[in-house]
C-alpha cells in the first residue's frame, strides 16, 4: 500500500514564476491536507479537502495561493508569482474520512526554492 | 496562532537514557498526536492519545494527557542514536468541522552515541 506521494521533491522556481505541487493520498483516503513548514519551525495548516470541495482554507494566504482536490487525479497546491518568502516545505497528509479519530499520513514533502 | 508549545526547544542526552518532550496547548481538543521528523524528511506518526485518555504507550514511548492543565508529555525510554530526530505534538480542535491539525514549534532531540 503506497504511502502519500508528493512530487516534486525539490523545486526551484524565480521570483514571479508559478509554481505547482503535487500531492496523491493513500490508496482509500478522501481527505487531504497541505502544511507549510519554515526552516527549524513547525507545521502550519493552509488548506482541508475533500474531493472536489474545499472544505477549511483558513490557513490559506489570500492571495497568489490556491488548491484544488479534483474527482480524478492528484490533490494541486497552486502558487502565483512566488517570492522569496514562499521558499518553504510544503506537506500533504491524507487521512480516511470522518470519524472520531483522525490520523494523518504525511507526504515526503516538496522542498520549494525561489531564487 | 500556533496552539501546541513544546518544551524543551532542544535536548541532548546520551544513549540509554530516557528522553521527556512536554506539549501544552490553549483550546479544547478531540485527540492529541506525535510526529517524528528526521532532518529534511517528512513526518512520521508516532502515537495518538484522545481527550478521554490519560495514558498510552507504544513500544519505548509513553505518552500522557492532562486535559486539565491542556498539556502532554511523551517519554522515549532507552534512547538510542536513531532516536536522533524532532519530534512536534499535534493537536486536533476539531472545530467548525475541520479536521486539520496544530502542530507545536518541536522539540530537537539529540541522542549522543
Known amino acids: 500500500n503506497a504511502g502519500v506521494m508528493q512530487n516534486p521533491r525539490h523545486l526551484v522556481r524565480r521570483r514571479g514564476q508559478e509554481a505547482r505541487l503535487r500531492c496523491s493520498p493513500m490508496?482509500?483516503?478522501?481527505?487531504v491536507y497541505w502544511y507549510r513548514q519554515l526552516p527549524e519551525e513547525g507545521l502550519k495548516f493552509m488548506v482541508y479537502l475533500q474531493k472536489e470541495n474545499i472544505i477549511d482554507e483558513s490557513g490559506m494566504p489570500k492571495e497568489r495561493f490556491s488548491a484544488e482536490f479534483p474527482k480524478e487525479g492528484p490533490s494541486i497546491l497552486r502558487i502565483q508569482q512566488v517570492v522569496r518568502g514562499d521558499s518553504a516545505a510544503y506537506f500533504c497528509a491524507s487521512s480516511p474520512g470522518q470519524g472520531a479519530v483522525n490520523e494523518q499520513y504525511f507526504g515526503p514533502g516538496t522542498r520549494l526554492t525561489v531564487t | 496562532s500556533q496552539q501546541g508549545e513544546e518544551d524543551p526547544q532542544a535536548l541532548s542526552i546520551q544513549e540509554g537514557e530516557n528522553a521527556t518532550m512536554n506539549c501544552s496547548y490553549k483550546?479544547?481538543?478531540?485527540?492529541l498526536q506525535w510526529y517524528r521528523q528526521n532532518s529534511g524528511r517528512g513526518l512520521v506518526h508516532l502515537i495518538l492519545i484522545r481527550s478521554n485518555e490519560r495514558e498510552k504507550h507504544s513500544g519505548r514511548l509513553r505518552v500522557t494527557l492532562d486535559t486539565s492543565k491542556k498539556s502532554s508529555s511523551l517519554l522515549i525510554t532507552a534512547s538510542r542514536a536513531a532516536d536522533t530526530a524532532s519530534y512536534f505534538c499535534?493537536?486536533?480542535?476539531?472545530?467548525?468541522?475541520?479536521?486539520?491539525?496544530?502542530f507545536g514549534s518541536g522539540t530537537r532531540l539529540l541522542v549522543r552515541p
Open positions: 490508496k482509500g483516503h478522501s481527505h
Open positions: 499535534a493537536t486536533d480542535p476539531r472545530m467548525d468541522s475541520s479536521y486539520k491539525l496544530i
Open positions: 483550546t479544547s481538543i478531540n485527540n
